[in-house]
């Protein structure tokens, strides 16, 4: 995957939020107040055509993808996220090493942590611990760790059968 793209209500504080609590890179502004000409924006984008993207930068996540945050302004404009349980709604994992440190720096920067980690105990996720938390705009967001894989990358790997994306085993002279 090259990029997810998201919007936010601030995007200066989306990218202090994602450079702070998770170590993200702001590489560059993509453009600020686009505002497309005639039909340009429902045509390209299916938004509002007096929809205008106040600002859009990209942010590099360690060994993973890029996100691009947008901050819209548009008549329409829902203010609302989703929850996983709607239509569209969504969440960002980011691969931790160790789970109970990144807990304890989520909860030393006050963010708000959503239960406490679970850990599977069957089937091809054994291995595999998960929790969510809060963006401050509240954006849906989880942390994952399996430091000694999970059932399902462990088998593949024996059998020779693609195993998931896990940024500790990516090429970097790849990237």
Not at 7 to 28: H, S
Not at 144 to 162: H, I, L, M, Q, W
Request: hydrophobic share 40%; proline share 5%.
């Amino acid at each position: 995957m090259e990029h997810i793209g998201f919007t936010v209500p601030d995007i200066d504080e989306a990218c202090d939020f994602f450079e702070k609590i998770l170590g993200a890179e702001v590489l560059y502004t993509a453009a600020k107040d686009f505002a497309g000409e005639g039909g340009w924006m429902s045509k390209h984008l299916r938004v509002d055509d007096t929809c205008v993207i106040k600002e859009f930068r990209y942010v590099r996540c360690g060994n993973g993808t890029n996100l691009e945050i947008f901050q819209y302004e548009a008549p329409d404009q829902a203010k609302t996220p989703p929850k996983n349980s709607d239509i569209g709604g969504h969440h960002l994992a980011f691969y931790v090493d160790d789970m109970d440190a990144a807990i304890k720096f989520l909860h030393d920067n006050d963010v708000d942590v959503l239960g406490e980690p679970t850990a599977y105990t069957d089937g091809p996720n054994i291995g595999l611990t998960w929790c969510y938390f809060m963006a401050p705009w509240g954006m849906q967001l989880e942390i994952v760790s399996a430091p000694n894989g999970t059932v399902y990358d462990n088998e593949a790997k024996a059998d020779g059968r693609t195993r998931l994306f896990h940024p500790a085993f990516v090429d970097e002279t790849k990237i």
